[in-house]
């Protein structure tokens, strides 16, 4: 093991971390995230609140 090879893995996983922050992926995915949380307190509401309604704009 050279005596760099901890310096070059700090630096790399410091260039990953920031390439990763610096991405486009993490606010995409965490508005999908929060969406997928909204829709399913939603849901559990919706059947909570009144279990025996059917859909919305009078579907039967």
């Given at each position: 093991m050279s005596p760099h090879q901890p310096q070059l893995l700090r630096l790399r996983a410091a260039a990953a971390a920031y390439r990763f922050r610096e991405s486009l992926?993490?606010?995409p995915a965490a508005i999908v995230a929060v969406g997928?949380?909204?829709a399913e307190v939603s849901a559990y509401l919706d059947r909570t609140i009144n279990p025996g309604a059917t859909?919305?704009?009078g579907c039967r």
């Open positions: 992926f993490a606010l997928v949380i909204l859909a919305g704009w």
